[in-house]
């Protein structure tokens, strides 16, 4: 049974560093084929994808976010962190951690996600 | 990156069939993923690739590809099919992934 779950602060004031983990369980990262992404929705929003680690360490950054945005992998612990600079107002949203499968070729999915972390950034 | 762009909102009455629409130039290289997000609640997956739908998810939902448009319909919507629907593909670089704009669905 493939779980996640996303892990944080619920506040974060402007100019902080925002850090989230999350922690899944059912596959392993080390296994070929194995990413987990980062995906946001801030609220009455559509999805945005953020961030994208692979079972080989490759990241992958959305281009518009790429200078605030950090992804790392802990394979021993099933953890997955992102870590997101300078924290503004519009960073405001619900970050998710999903599932990617078949990243590398016609077609990519997001099978399995977590419920997901209300992050509000205010003063 | 490219965008992908959909209908902000469709209605369908009770057993009807519905179209969603996906436009993007990326999707005349890569096959999109279809999500249903209910309010407060994860999105969840329930059409990707060519013709591929996950377990659990009834078959009134299929999708096609034509040129830079990919579609999901759902045949004799039901009431629980009430939801936002997204698309997802990949960008023009292949390294990148993209969410559509949404489309609400309202069933009558």
């Known amino acids: 049974q493939v779980t996640l779950r996303e892990s944080g602060p619920a506040l974060v004031k402007p100019t902080q560093t925002l850090t989230l983990t999350c922690t899944f369980s059912?596959?392993?990262?080390?296994?070929?084929?194995?990413?987990v992404s980062w995906i946001r929705q801030p609220p009455g929003k559509a999805l945005e994808w953020l961030a994208l680690i692979d079972w080989d360490d490759d990241k992958y950054y959305n281009p518009s976010l790429k200078t605030k945005l950090s992804v790392s992998k802990d394979t021993s612990k099933n953890q997955v962190v992102l870590t997101m600079t300078n924290m503004d107002p519009v960073d405001t949203a619900t970050y998710y951690c999903?599932?990617?499968?078949?990243?590398?070729?016609?077609?990519?999915?997001?099978?399995?996600w977590g419920q997901g972390t209300l992050v509000t950034v205010s003063s | 990156s490219s965008e992908l762009t959909q209908d902000p909102a469709v209605s369908v009455a009770l057993g009807q069939t519905v179209r969603i629409t996906c436009q993007g130039d990326?999707?005349?290289?890569?096959?999109a993923s279809w999500y249903q997000q209910k309010p407060g609640q994860a999105p969840v997956l329930v059409f990707y690739?060519?013709?591929k739908r996950p377990s659990g998810i009834p078959d009134r939902f299929s999708g096609s590809t034509s040129g830079n448009t990919a579609s999901l319909t759902i045949t004799g919507a039901q009431a629980e099919d009430e939801a936002d629907y997204y698309c997802n593909s990949r960008d023009s670089s292949g390294d990148h992934h993209v969410f559509g704009t949404g489309t609400k669905v309202t069933v009558l």
């Open positions: 999903a599932r990617t499968m078949g990243a590398y070729g016609d077609y990519n999915f997001f099978d399995y």
């Open positions: 059912g596959f392993s990262l080390s296994t070929s084929g194995m990413c």
């Open positions: 990326s999707l005349r290289n890569y096959y």
């Open positions: 690739a060519k013709n």
